[in-house]
Protein backbone atom coordinates (compact mmCIF):
# COMPACT_ATOMS: atom_id res chain seq x y z
CA UNK A 1 0.00 0.00 0.00
CA UNK A 2 1.68 3.21 -0.79
CA UNK A 3 2.85 5.68 1.51
CA UNK A 4 0.84 9.30 0.02
CA UNK A 5 -2.51 8.98 -0.34
CA UNK A 6 -2.77 11.34 -2.87
CA UNK A 7 -5.14 9.12 -5.06
CA UNK A 8 -9.11 9.42 -4.27
CA UNK A 9 -9.63 6.41 -5.43
CA UNK A 10 -9.89 4.08 -1.98
CA UNK A 11 -10.22 0.70 -4.52
CA UNK A 12 -6.73 2.31 -5.75
CA UNK A 13 -5.54 3.01 -2.21
CA UNK A 14 -6.37 -0.22 -0.75
CA UNK A 15 -5.06 -2.54 -3.71
CA UNK A 16 -9.37 -3.68 -3.83
CA UNK A 17 -11.08 -4.10 -7.28
CA UNK A 18 -13.75 -1.20 -7.76
CA UNK A 19 -17.15 -2.29 -6.84
CA UNK A 20 -19.93 -3.18 -9.50
CA UNK A 21 -22.78 -1.54 -9.98
CA UNK A 22 -25.93 -3.18 -9.59
CA UNK A 23 -24.38 -6.26 -7.94
CA UNK A 24 -25.42 -7.66 -5.01
CA UNK A 25 -24.37 -10.56 -2.28
CA UNK A 26 -26.02 -12.96 0.43
CA UNK A 27 -24.67 -13.59 3.88
CA UNK A 28 -22.86 -15.74 2.25
CA UNK A 29 -20.53 -13.58 0.77
CA UNK A 30 -19.06 -12.98 4.87
CA UNK A 31 -16.79 -14.42 6.76
CA UNK A 32 -18.86 -15.86 9.66
CA UNK A 33 -15.85 -14.44 12.04
CA UNK A 34 -17.12 -10.79 10.93
CA UNK A 35 -21.25 -11.02 11.42
CA UNK A 36 -20.45 -9.86 15.14
CA UNK A 37 -17.28 -7.45 14.92
CA UNK A 38 -18.28 -4.16 13.80
CA UNK A 39 -15.22 -3.05 11.20
CA UNK A 40 -15.08 -0.29 8.86
CA UNK A 41 -15.88 -0.64 5.02
CA UNK A 42 -15.84 1.64 1.90
CA UNK A 43 -18.90 2.27 0.49
CA UNK A 44 -19.10 3.43 -3.63
CA UNK A 45 -21.67 6.05 -4.02
CA UNK A 46 -22.85 8.00 -6.97
CA UNK A 47 -20.89 11.19 -7.89
CA UNK A 48 -21.92 14.32 -5.35
CA UNK A 49 -24.00 12.12 -3.45
CA UNK A 50 -22.09 11.47 -0.04
CA UNK A 51 -23.95 13.91 1.91
CA UNK A 52 -27.24 12.52 0.88
CA UNK A 53 -26.24 9.04 1.32
CA UNK A 54 -25.03 9.47 4.47
CA UNK A 55 -28.32 11.38 5.74
CA UNK A 56 -30.18 8.43 4.02
CA UNK A 57 -28.50 5.85 5.35
CA UNK A 58 -28.25 6.82 9.14
CA UNK A 59 -32.15 7.47 9.02
CA UNK A 60 -32.68 4.15 7.25
CA UNK A 61 -30.88 2.18 9.73
CA UNK A 62 -32.89 3.81 12.42
CA UNK A 63 -35.91 2.74 10.48
CA UNK A 64 -35.05 -1.06 9.49
CA UNK A 65 -33.92 -1.63 13.31
CA UNK A 66 -30.31 -1.83 12.20
CA UNK A 67 -29.07 1.43 13.83
CA UNK A 68 -27.12 -0.49 16.75
CA UNK A 69 -24.74 -2.17 14.14
CA UNK A 70 -24.64 0.36 11.51
CA UNK A 71 -22.71 2.75 13.95
CA UNK A 72 -20.92 5.44 12.20
CA UNK A 73 -20.94 6.98 8.62
CA UNK A 74 -17.92 9.04 7.92
CA UNK A 75 -16.72 11.31 5.01
CA UNK A 76 -13.56 12.22 5.69
CA UNK A 77 -13.03 15.56 4.59
CA UNK A 78 -9.72 18.40 4.46
CA UNK A 79 -10.21 22.20 5.04
CA UNK A 80 -10.03 24.07 1.33
CA UNK A 81 -10.20 27.52 -0.24
CA UNK A 82 -11.99 27.99 -3.35
CA UNK A 83 -10.56 30.82 -6.00
CA UNK A 84 -13.03 31.76 -7.50
CA UNK A 85 -12.77 33.77 -11.01
CA UNK A 86 -13.19 37.42 -9.63
CA UNK A 87 -10.22 36.52 -7.12
CA UNK A 88 -12.22 35.83 -4.19
CA UNK A 89 -12.28 33.24 -1.86
CA UNK A 90 -14.56 31.16 -0.63
CA UNK A 91 -13.52 28.63 2.41
CA UNK A 92 -14.84 24.81 2.14
CA UNK A 93 -14.40 20.84 2.61
CA UNK A 94 -12.33 18.97 0.24
CA UNK A 95 -13.75 15.21 0.25
CA UNK A 96 -10.78 12.64 1.01
CA UNK A 97 -12.19 9.87 -1.51
CA UNK A 98 -14.88 11.46 -3.63
CA UNK A 99 -17.47 9.20 -4.50
CA UNK A 100 -17.06 7.23 -1.63
CA UNK A 101 -18.68 7.16 2.45
CA UNK A 102 -17.52 5.14 4.88
CA UNK A 103 -19.66 2.88 7.31
CA UNK A 104 -18.75 1.21 10.54
CA UNK A 105 -21.17 -1.43 11.23
CA UNK A 106 -21.52 -4.94 11.97
CA UNK A 107 -21.94 -6.95 8.56
CA UNK A 108 -24.67 -9.47 8.47
CA UNK A 109 -27.82 -9.85 6.11
CA UNK A 110 -29.66 -7.15 7.28
CA UNK A 111 -27.02 -4.24 7.59
CA UNK A 112 -25.49 -4.78 4.10
CA UNK A 113 -28.68 -4.65 2.28
CA UNK A 114 -29.32 -1.93 4.02
CA UNK A 115 -26.49 -0.15 2.84
CA UNK A 116 -26.98 -1.72 -0.74
CA UNK A 117 -30.36 -0.64 -0.82
CA UNK A 118 -29.92 2.78 -0.06
CA UNK A 119 -30.35 5.18 -2.85
CA UNK A 120 -27.15 6.47 -4.53
CA UNK A 121 -25.18 3.54 -3.67
CA UNK A 122 -23.49 1.18 -6.47
CA UNK A 123 -22.14 -1.37 -3.86
CA UNK A 124 -19.51 -2.04 -1.39
CA UNK A 125 -15.63 -1.51 -2.11
CA UNK A 126 -14.48 -5.54 -1.98
CA UNK A 127 -13.11 -8.80 -3.96
CA UNK A 128 -15.61 -10.36 -6.49
CA UNK A 129 -16.37 -13.73 -5.62
CA UNK A 130 -16.00 -15.19 -9.60
CA UNK A 131 -18.55 -17.59 -9.83
CA UNK A 132 -17.59 -21.45 -11.07
CA UNK A 133 -19.08 -21.53 -14.34
CA UNK A 134 -20.57 -19.15 -17.73
CA UNK A 135 -19.57 -15.41 -18.17
CA UNK A 136 -21.48 -13.40 -15.46
CA UNK A 137 -19.87 -11.90 -13.12
CA UNK A 138 -19.81 -12.76 -9.04
CA UNK A 139 -20.72 -11.41 -6.37
CA UNK A 140 -18.61 -8.55 -4.44
CA UNK A 141 -17.67 -9.24 -0.89
CA UNK A 142 -17.57 -6.62 1.22
CA UNK A 143 -14.17 -6.65 2.49
CA UNK A 144 -13.16 -4.73 5.68
CA UNK A 145 -10.61 -2.00 5.98
CA UNK A 146 -7.70 -2.81 8.21
CA UNK A 147 -6.53 -0.86 11.19
CA UNK A 148 -3.66 0.56 9.13
CA UNK A 149 -6.01 1.78 6.66
CA UNK A 150 -8.71 3.23 8.53
CA UNK A 151 -5.57 5.02 10.43
CA UNK A 152 -4.25 6.29 7.41
CA UNK A 153 -7.36 7.83 5.88
CA UNK A 154 -8.21 9.90 9.37
CA UNK A 155 -4.58 11.20 9.96
CA UNK A 156 -4.68 12.29 7.04
CA UNK A 157 -8.33 14.29 7.06
CA UNK A 158 -6.79 15.64 10.87
CA UNK A 159 -3.81 17.10 9.70
CA UNK A 160 -6.39 19.89 8.32
CA UNK A 161 -3.55 20.56 5.63
CA UNK A 162 -5.45 23.23 3.42
CA UNK A 163 -6.02 22.99 -0.33
CA UNK A 164 -6.19 25.55 -2.50
CA UNK A 165 -8.68 25.13 -5.48
CA UNK A 166 -8.99 27.48 -8.81
CA UNK A 167 -11.37 27.42 -10.91
CA UNK A 168 -7.95 27.65 -13.95
CA UNK A 169 -6.95 26.01 -16.93
CA UNK A 170 -4.67 26.52 -19.77
CA UNK A 171 -4.64 29.56 -21.97
CA UNK A 172 -6.91 31.50 -18.86
CA UNK A 173 -5.43 35.16 -18.64
CA UNK A 174 -4.27 35.96 -14.83
CA UNK A 175 -2.91 39.14 -12.47
CA UNK A 176 -0.35 38.21 -10.21
CA UNK A 177 -1.38 39.68 -6.53
CA UNK A 178 1.46 38.96 -4.73
CA UNK A 179 5.25 37.93 -4.64
CA UNK A 180 8.27 39.36 -6.58
CA UNK A 181 6.18 39.37 -9.86
CA UNK A 182 3.22 41.32 -8.23
CA UNK A 183 1.19 43.39 -10.70
CA UNK A 184 2.23 41.15 -13.54
CA UNK A 185 -0.22 39.55 -15.90
CA UNK A 186 -0.14 36.69 -17.81
CA UNK A 187 -1.14 33.70 -19.63
CA UNK A 188 -1.31 29.97 -17.86
CA UNK A 189 0.38 27.17 -19.21
CA UNK A 190 -0.11 24.61 -16.71
CA UNK A 191 -1.91 23.70 -13.60
CA UNK A 192 -0.98 21.43 -11.16
CA UNK A 193 -3.95 21.03 -8.81
CA UNK A 194 -1.75 18.60 -6.14
CA UNK A 195 0.73 20.82 -5.83
CA UNK A 196 -1.47 23.91 -5.16
CA UNK A 197 0.82 25.70 -8.45
CA UNK A 198 0.51 27.16 -11.77
CA UNK A 199 3.24 28.06 -14.45
CA UNK A 200 2.50 31.32 -16.51
CA UNK A 201 3.66 33.32 -19.39
CA UNK A 202 4.94 37.08 -17.89
CA UNK A 203 6.44 39.50 -20.02
CA UNK A 204 9.43 40.66 -18.21
CA UNK A 205 11.92 42.83 -19.60
CA UNK A 206 9.66 42.04 -23.17
CA UNK A 207 10.34 38.34 -22.96
CA UNK A 208 7.59 36.01 -22.31
CA UNK A 209 8.90 33.92 -19.70
CA UNK A 210 7.46 31.06 -17.69
CA UNK A 211 7.08 31.52 -14.23
CA UNK A 212 5.70 29.23 -11.12
CA UNK A 213 3.55 30.56 -9.17
CA UNK A 214 0.98 29.63 -6.21
CA UNK A 215 -2.44 29.69 -6.23
CA UNK A 216 -2.93 32.15 -3.73
CA UNK A 217 -0.92 34.43 -5.85
CA UNK A 218 -3.01 35.40 -8.46
CA UNK A 219 -6.49 35.98 -9.62
CA UNK A 220 -8.37 35.42 -12.98
CA UNK A 221 -8.72 38.00 -15.19
CA UNK A 222 -12.47 38.10 -17.36
Not at 97 to 114: H, I, K, N, Q, S
Amino acid sequence: MPDDLTTTDPAEVLDLPAPNEGEEGTLSDVPAANTAIARWYAVQVASSCEKKVKATLEQRAITLGVSKRILEIEIPQTPAVKVKKDGSRQSTEEKVFPGYVLVRMVLDEDTMMAVRSTPNVINFVGAEDRRAAGKARGHIKPRPLSRAEVDRIFKRAAEKKTVVKVDLTEGDQILVTAGPFKDFQGEVIEVSGERNKLKALLSIFGRETPVELEFSQISKQN
